[in-house]
């Protein structure tokens, strides 16, 4: 029987972004609007992104060549590509970055009439999509023009499909975004709301952490993807680069109290 999932899928969240940065300013001087020009696609990595990124790629590096990545997916938005980019450049990656596979359903979470806003920007200027929020929750809440995270985990179940379609028994990387990393855990262990936003309220997904899944063929009547690590930040640590654990843009803090 052909194996459908791949040997092993890493999921990693983009470097920390100049949107990143931003939103930290903005929170930390009380702000509503989180100064970031243009659309949030082109927002470009941080200079400590671009370090992450590269110490990242140095620990695939050291892999030997037959278990680093043979595929990798990502995002469409820069800050996801030029993380790809950069961890090809540090010699992690033996997939030329023309082979990539640039993949719409692992953007970024839309957040619509919400995008640019802090918390406290959201509660100023659309009190009612924050009344809206803390009543139905992240998962379910979608602001007017976004998205929740039902419809980003619908996108991703597509997502999965083409992986398990395409690329058995192969090593997919997988470059995202938080809530990306977050809803795959969701659909690839079977998780419930209450469970997977528990672990979101554990603490956000750091920038370049790796999660990791590997193929059990004994899990399951045909096998699956069984959780190896999640959130590591070893390779950062290691390499002396900053871990940063900045939520996205219109995504409320932890400590915010919205959800």
């Given at each position: 029987m052909q194996q459908r999932?791949?040997?092993?899928?890493?999921?990693?969240?983009?470097?920390?972004?100049?949107?990143?940065?931003?939103r930290d300013a903005a929170h930390a001087a009380g702000l509503g609007r989180i100064d970031i020009a243009g659309r949030d696609v082109d927002v470009p990595l941080s200079p400590q992104g671009e370090r992450q990124s590269e110490a990242l790629g140095r620990w695939f590096?050291?892999?030997?060549?037959?278990?680093?990545p043979d595929v990798v997916l990502t995002s469409p938005y820069q800050r996801a590509l030029c993380t790809a980019q950069r961890l090809h450049r540090?010699?992690?990656?033996p997939v030329d970055p023309g082979d990539f596979v640039v993949d719409e359903r692992l953007r970024e979470k839309e957040f619509g009439v919400?995008?640019?806003?802090?918390?406290?920007g959201i509660r100023a200027e659309f009190p009612d999509q924050a009344e809206f929020r803390?009543?139905?929750?992240?998962?379910?809440?979608?602001?007017?023009?976004?998205?929740?995270?039902?419809?980003?985990?619908?996108?991703?179940?597509s997502a999965l499909d083409t992986i398990s379609l395409h690329h058995g028994g192969r090593r997919v990387l997988v470059v995202g975004h938080q809530v990306v990393v977050l809803c795959l855990r969701y659909l690839l262990e079977n998780l419930t709301e209450a469970e997977i936003l528990a672990i979101d309220a554990a603490g956000d997904v750091a920038n370049c952490a790796v999660t990791e899944y590997?193929?059990?063929?004994?899990?399951?009547p045909r096998g699956?993807?069984?959780?190896?690590?999640?959130?590591?930040?070893?390779?950062?640590?290691?390499?002396?680069?900053p871990v940063t654990v900045e939520p996205d843009a219109a995504e409320p803090s932890?400590?915010?109290g919205v959800r």
């Open positions: 999932w791949p040997d092993r899928l890493w999921i990693v969240r983009h470097g920390e972004s100049a949107g990143n940065v931003a590096a050291a892999m030997p060549a037959a278990e680093r540090a010699g992690g990656l919400l995008d640019g806003l802090t918390t406290n803390r009543l139905l929750g992240k998962f379910y809440h979608r602001p007017p023009g976004g998205e929740s995270w039902c419809d980003v985990i619908l996108r991703l179940r590997r193929f059990d063929a004994d899990a399951g699956a993807l069984v959780l190896h690590r999640y959130n590591m930040v070893a390779p950062l640590t290691e390499a002396g680069a932890q400590a915010a």
